[in-house]
């Protein structure tokens, strides 16, 4: 029977690679899928990375490869995509889902896999820099600093990896970092073999220097609160993610904005589902987003049998 317009059982929101991995697997399973993607390019937090690490297969994918494998897989299966946002949830008698072009969808249950985005620095002039000196993407912008200083502020997964695509074509990679790398064994011994890292401990972006473009940073250590001044071009920042949920019913939010799950990825809600990097428990790697969107999948086609 064809659907009534507008009407979808399942509606899946965020083409990440949790968001992408659910719609695929629920209409698989024969639901009749909705997706909802508010940027151009798919694939969330991984859609520029040139070789995501940790895969269970052998061989080179990168995030956009993963992304449009999946897409491509939903399409085929039937899953109906919608290239904007979500802009609210009201969850009543029924769900009410409406898009960022003001269109109302009925879903009878919904998994949301809206992620994070990268935090920001938080500093004067950030936005001004942005694409002038100040960048999120190693793989895309690394070339233009070819031969020079960069700075990548963080101690995580996703600063290391991207302080390694920089360091080989950036004559040094400076990582400043507020605390002891946080980030797996293998990175750090790759960096510790690059012999254009080097670390800044203790220390934090204060402000952004230049005119035109990025000409330095000045830091403030976070014990001593003394400040000193750096030369470089680029500014990679990479200092953590905060969830997508403006969205999102403040009864499925937690103080940090993120959704709570129990097992089985349900929220308070029955209907409604999150999973990856917008929910409480989400343990940070693509393979975890994943699984995590295909056991979601099958938790609603349960739940849509009664
Ligand atoms: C630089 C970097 C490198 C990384 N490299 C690796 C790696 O090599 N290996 C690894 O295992 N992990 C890596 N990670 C971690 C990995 O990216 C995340 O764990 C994973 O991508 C989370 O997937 P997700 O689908 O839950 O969320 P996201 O990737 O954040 O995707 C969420 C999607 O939802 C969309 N969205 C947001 N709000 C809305 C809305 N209102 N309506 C509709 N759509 C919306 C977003 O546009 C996005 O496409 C990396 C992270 C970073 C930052």
Not at 185 to 208: G, P, T
Not at 221 to 234: M, Q, R, W
């Amino acid at each position: 029977m064809r659907p009534l317009k507008n009407m979808s059982e399942v509606a899946v929101i965020g083409g990440g690679l949790a968001g992408l991995s659910a719609a695929r697997h629920a209409a698989r399973l024969g639901r009749l899928v909705t997706l909802f993607e508010s940027s151009p390019l798919y694939g969330g937090l991984v859609a520029t990375v040139d070789e995501v690490d940790g895969l269970l297969v052998p061989g080179k994918f990168s995030g956009q490869d993963l992304a449009i494998h999946l897409l491509q897989d939903a399409r085929k299966a039937a899953v109906q995509v919608v290239e904007t946002g979500v802009a609210k949830i009201e969850l009543g008698k029924r769900i009410t889902l409406i898009d960022q072009e003001n269109k109302t969808y009925y879903p009878e249950a919904m998994i949301i896999a809206s992620g994070a985005s990268l935090r920001k620095l938080g500093v004067a002039r950030e936005e001004e820099f942005i694409g002038r000196g100040v960048s999120r993407c190693a793989t895309c912008d690394g070339p233009f600093f070819r031969g020079q200083d960069v700075l990548v502020v963080g101690g995580g997964d996703a600063a290391a990896q991207e302080a390694l695509v920089l360091a080989k074509t950036s004559r040094r990679v400076i990582m400043v970092c507020r605390s002891p790398l946080k980030a797996k064994r293998d990175y750090i011994d790759k960096l510790a073999a690059r012999e254009n890292v080097s670390f800044i401990w203790d220390s934090e972006v204060s402000a952004i220097l230049g005119h035109d473009g990025v000409s330095g940073v000045r830091l403030r250590n976070v014990k001593d609160g003394t400040s000193s001044e750096i030369e470089c071009t680029g500014l990679f920042p990479f200092i953590g993610a905060t969830p997508n949920t403006g969205f999102v019913p403040a009864s499925l939010r937690t103080a940090t904005g993120h959704i709570k799950t129990s097992p089985g990825f349900a929220t308070s809600d029955p209907r409604v589902f999150a999973v990856g990097a917008v929910r409480t428990e989400y343990g940070g790697n693509v393979v975890e987003a994943m699984a995590e969107g295909v056991g979601a999948a099958e938790a609603v086609a349960r739940l849509l049998l009664h």
